[in-house]
């Protein structure tokens, strides 16, 4: 138990990172933790690397057939926020593959690519390290690395630091309480693109939009029709700042997260299926 215990906040980590719902991360670490219990102890030698290797192969097939699931998903499909002021990190050395649309360009990679990003760049496991889990060779974990960063750096600009997004974050939680829809525009950046997640559940875009304009259009529609009588606060939310949109009796009805870099706001991701806010329900 006591093994267990101390290395499941690296379990959830992982999982979580490749998966970006916490309710899934969770049934994998539970099939981690029913392995565990089913295992000959006296065979192994690390169980923190028995319980990592079980977790991550466990994960790469919950996300093969999460994807399967997700091309069914109503609307736009985004990673599931977390609260992260009591945990910045979410169980890693670093807090890389956390922020949301980073969690959202990995969906784009293969499952084993996406692991191998997620064990070297969050948990800083040597390539040899990734590729004893993954099973494969030093050589083919370095080539999956080095694939998913690739991946990455051609569809991200570089963020800007910590300091300046929040920064930006403010700004448009100013702009969004005054319902300033010339001063969010100016705020964003000329290829802009917006993601709007309902599930199904609740209204909104069911397409991704993408230029100034379109977004701004949206943004205008969202504040006239759903948060003019809203509450707007400031949220450590996967490493970073977001807005946290309120209903009046204090309830969240949507998530609003940024990706910043120096021309601007780049990716608009808001979140308003109900069921990925409920680690947000208590926070009022």
């Known amino acids: 138990m006591a093994e267990f215990v101390a290395v499941r906040p690296r379990l959830f980590g992982i999982a979580y990172r490749m998966l970006g719902s916490v309710a899934e991360a969770e049934d994998v670490v539970q099939d981690a933790w029913l392995r565990w219990q089913s295992a000959e102890r006296g065979a192994v030698r690390n169980p923190a690397a028995f319980l990592t290797t079980t977790t991550t192969r466990l994960a790469i097939n919950a996300a093969t057939s999460a994807r399967a699931v997700r091309e069914r998903y109503v609307g736009p499909w985004l990673p599931e926020p977390v609260d992260t002021s009591a945990d910045p990190a979410l169980g890693a050395e670093r807090a890389e593959a956390l922020d949301l649309a980073v969690l959202l360009l990995l969906e784009r990679l293969t499952p084993t690519e996406r692991a191998a990003y997620v064990l070297r760049e969050a948990f800083d496991y040597s390539h040899q390290q990734v590729g004893e889990v993954l099973d494969t060779s030093e050589v083919n974990a370095r080539q999956l690395v080095s694939r998913a960063r690739r991946h990455l750096a051609s569809q991200r600009s570089s963020p800007v630091s910590a300091a300046r997004r929040r920064e930006l974050v403010e700004a448009f939680l100013g ?52 948060w003019h009588t809203a509450g707007f ?31 601007g706001i780049e990716r608009v991701l808001i979140v308003v299926n109900p069921d990925k806010l409920r680690g947000f329900a208590g926070d009022r």
């Open 233 to 263: 606060r400031f949220v450590e939310v996967n490493g970073g700042g977001a807005l946290l949109v309120t209903n009046a009796d204090g309830s969240p009805q949507s998530l609003v997260a940024l990706d910043c870099s120096d021309r």
């Open 175 to 226: 702009a969004a309480r005054e319902g300033d829809v010339a001063a969010l525009e100016r705020l964003l950046a000329e290829d802009v693109r917006a993601w709007s997640d309902g599930g199904g559940r609740v209204n909104a875009a069911r397409r991704e939009l993408a230029g100034v304009e379109r977004v701004t259009t949206f943004l205008d529609n969202v504040l006239r029709k759903y």
